[in-house]
């Protein structure tokens, strides 16, 4: 089995030491994804270019944290369920919402179930949701901008899921305490 390198400010490569420095301004720590994509100075500019202009889409924070949960526990991601979790917890996300969407139960509005139906639409049917599909979306209150930054939520879901599925990147101590697992459905 291929042990992923995990790089800090010293052995990572030259053009990634300015993107971890970025990585350690703006959360006080080295995130342990981040020193895996460290690797490749273009992947990890790459992620931080693409989580940045997600945060300047118009979702709210609730809204983000839909989109993100939703693809990472779709994925089955065990790094970034627990870290977006945290993640969440900063951006002042209920912990109503963030249980919801860990353990696939209800969302408390129909408006943000609406948001977690359409991500898992576009993730199942790899960007080919229905014309009734999309129309839910739109009646449900969300526009065409919208629909293209669920995409970009993906994109951005799709780089650090797949990554830390590879180099089984371990939680960082400071999420640990929100470790989790997919919960498997018993039969009726």
Known sequence: MAT????????????????????????????????VMAESPQHLEGYQVLHGLFL?????NDEKTVVWQTINVENECHYCVPA??????MMKVSDEISQALRNETPLPSAKL?????FTLQVME?????TEEQLQAFFDAGYSH?????VVLGLAQKTMSNYVNHMAKTPVDEAMRSFLW???????A
Request: aromatic share 4%; proline share 9%; no cysteine.
């Open 125 to 129: 049917t790899r960007g080919n949701p």
């Open 113 to 117: 179930e609406a948001l977690r139906t």
């Open 84 to 89: 977006h979790t945290g993640i969440a917890k």
């Open 145 to 149: 901008r919208a629909v293209l930054d």
């Open 4 to 35: 992923f390198p995990s790089h800090d400010l010293e052995s990572a490569p030259e053009a990634s030491k300015p993107l971890l420095e970025k990585s350690q301004a703006a959360f006080g720590r080295l995130p342990g994804l981040h020193k």
């Open 56 to 60: 300047q889409t118009d979702f709210d």
């Open 181 to 187: 697992e997919r919960k498997v459905n018993e039969p």
